[in-house]
């Protein structure tokens, strides 16, 4: 039996998984972060379509919003990129108030 | 990201070989280093980033790229089922570590006393045969017994383990170096290996040794001057040392 080193192994296994399954799958990943931003560039995100959520993308201040672009995307089949920050006025509704800026990549599977 | 692009990273992955993820952030267009042949921009950063173990971000030619490196696990091989083991296992997966116990004591290498560990019952000369510690191995050997822990030392000191370590005393270590050196390794090669093992914070139950051990492969592993081996005093010809000496 092998261990799971990182989180951002599972969360691509689930993925896979919750897709073989005939799941609507999107993935989000912290791409650029600056400041006091709680989780690292590379860190992920898989949700579906019909609202599972595994990883994450901050300390829960964003997932909120990164799961609702992830639905548009999974919608659209379009990937968006997403800025979060203090100076954003939607971060700040969303509440990442550690003070750190982060961008997200979300991608729908395909 | 396409199905087909996730299988294969997650096959790479499955065959512990280093895999850099490339996504074009103005489209979500990816590519896998080194599978793929790439601009040398590209290629260059890839190869940079799983050197750092770290993500980043470039730009060429107007477009910018996540490049995402997903290195191979870092693994620890333990030669010994002890408690000091039993008390690493916890730790490791949490701190990123596969670990490896080997010990052809079947009384001792069970998964009653180790679960969660990937457990071998083979000869250590044998299992390191077939493990080949690499640069993200660490090798501890913790049996006391010079049948057991030897040809893991052996073995270790031909790798390029980022960590090398024996528990032992001094004295027990000063005998080892001494077989380790009629075996043909040098004092450049034996002084890679961390013995007493583990960071000084006079541990002294099996968890405690545990911590200090999994703290030392970690500073080893990040680069901190605690991971360096210190350098041994002399054998003092079995005498005990007691209290400050000059």
């Known amino acids: ?107 729908p599977l395909t | 990201m396409k199905a087909q692009i996730l299988a294969r990273l997650q096959a790479e992955r499955a065959a512990q070989r280093p895999v850099v993820l490339l996504t074009r952030m103005s489209d979500g267009e990816q590519h896998l280093w080194p599978q793929e042949a790439l601009p040398t921009a590209l290629a260059e950063a890839a190869r940079d980033a799983l050197g750092r173990e770290k993500a980043t ?104 383990a980022f960590y090398i370590g024996a528990l032992g005393s001094r004295r027990t270590h000063a005998k080892r170096v001494a077989r380790l050196k009629e075996l043909g390794h040098g004092d450049e090669a034996i002084a890679r290996i961390h013995a007493p093992v583990g960071l000084d914070i006079e541990a002294v139950t099996a968890p405690e040794i545990a911590l200090s051990v999994m703290a030392e492969i970690v500073a080893a592993r990040r680069g901190a001057a605690l991971g360096e081996p210190r350098p041994l005093p002399a054998p003092q010809d079995g005498r005990v040392s007691i209290g400050i000496s000059a």
Do not use: Y
């Not at chain 1, 901050?58 to 990937?79: F, L, N, R, Y």
């Open chain 1, 1 to 107: 039996m092998t261990a799971d080193t990182t989180q951002s192994e599972d969360i691509l296994a689930t993925a896979a998984a919750w897709k073989a399954a005939g799941e609507q799958v999107a993935i989000a990943t912290v791409v650029e972060t600056w400041g006091s931003s709680p989780r690292p560039a590379g860190s992920r995100l898989a949700v579906t379509a019909s609202g599972k959520l595994t990883g994450s993308v901050s300390g829960g201040c964003i997932e909120g919003a990164v799961a609702d672009a992830a639905k548009q995307a999974m919608a659209t089949g379009a990937p968006q990129l997403l800025d979060f920050g203090v100076s954003d006025e939607r971060a700040w509704e969303v509440g990442l108030s550690c003070g750190g800026k982060v961008k997200v990549f979300v991608e």
């Open chain 2, 57 to 160: 971000n470039v730009d060429l030619d107007g477009e910018t790229w996540f490049v995402h490196p997903h290195n191979p696990p870092l693994r620890i091989i333990v030669v010994g089922a002890v408690h000091i083991a039993q008390a690493m296992a916890p730790m490791a997966a949490p701190l990123g570590f596969e670990m490896i116990v080997v010990d052809p004591r079947r009384a001792f290498a069970t998964e009653e006393r180790l679960p969660g560990v990937t457990l071998r019952t083979d000869w250590p000369d044998e299992a390191m045969a077939e493990l080949k510690p690499d640069g993200r191995s660490a090798v501890v050997t913790l049996t006391h017994d010079p049948k057991l822990d030897d040809p893991a030392l052996d073995a270790a000191l031909r790798s390029a």
